[in-house]
């Protein structure tokens, strides 16, 4: 479903360490799965994807982790910067002819120096 | 190299009087979206097109409304804003339903 609420779950995590972000995500049937970083006044930006053939896919100091089993979708970044502070969403679509996105609620990812 | 453009970045305008916000990509993607965030939330879909296939989400408001005259520019038109419709508007585009959606930087609408 889509996501409301005002106030955003926060991770916050020491620089050098890894970072997890877990996601639940709503529809068994979704085929695609996205995350994406959004940085203060910005647009979200493309980090990595997913699809359901898959269970691992890892890019440069991201991972990303998907259990069909129980829908539920993980990032992890590896060595975590200050730079990767920002707000990070998950976002799931059905695939088919009008298969959009629907976005998870969003972490919010603090890093201290 | 961008990939997405929005213009202008920050819009202000009065309670009532039309605004337009303007998406162009450079990407000859088939599909572009417009979203709408509040703070702290997730982007909500108003509309997309697919080529010149207009597909309106149920809830969006009829206020709120969409052109595409050509591939590269999509067009959101506000005929009367109200104070509830300040937000972040972002445009995407993606090849198809399928695939990745890229996000333009984003339009801050102010309603005063």
């Known amino acids: 479903g889509e996501s409301v609420g005002l106030h955003l779950p926060t991770l916050s995590v020491q620089e050098g360490d890894n970072s997890i972000i877990n996601c639940a995500y709503s529809?068994?049937?979704?085929?695609?799965f996205i995350w994406y970083k959004q940085e203060s006044g910005k647009g979200p930006q493309f980090i990595i994807d997913?699809?359901?053939?898959?269970d691992k896919r890892q890019g440069q100091r991201v991972t990303v982790l998907l259990n069909k089993t129980v829908k539920h979708l993980s990032l992890q970044i590896a060595a975590t910067q200050p730079g990767d502070s920002a707000v990070y969403f998950c976002?799931?679509?059905?695939?088919?002819?009008?298969?959009?996105?629907?976005f998870g609620k969003g972490t919010k990812l603090s890093v201290k120096p | 190299d961008a990939m997405v453009i929005q213009n202008p970045r920050y819009q202000v305008t009065q309670f009532g009087k039309p605004v337009t916000l303007s998406c162009s990509q450079t990407?000859?993607?088939?599909?572009m979206y417009w979203y709408q965030q509040k703070s702290s939330q997730a982007p909500k879909l108003l509309f997309h097109?697919?080529?010149?296939?207009?597909?309106n989400e149920a809830d969006t408001p009829d206020n709120f409304q969409s052109r595409r005259p050509n591939t590269s520019f999509c067009f959101l038109d506000i005929r009367s804003p109200g104070l509830g419709d300040a937000a972040m508007y972002l445009c995407?585009?993606?090849?198809?339903?399928?695939?990745?959606?890229?996000f333009g930087p984003g339009t801050r609408l102010t309603v005063l």
């Open positions: 997913i699809r359901s053939n898959m």
């Open positions: 990407l000859n993607h088939n599909v």
């Open positions: 995407a585009t993606s090849v198809s339903h399928r695939d990745t959606q890229y």
């Open positions: 097109y697919y080529d010149k296939d207009f597909n």
């Open positions: 976002a799931e679509t059905l695939g088919g002819s009008q298969g959009n996105l629907i």
């Open positions: 529809n068994s049937a979704s085929d695609y």
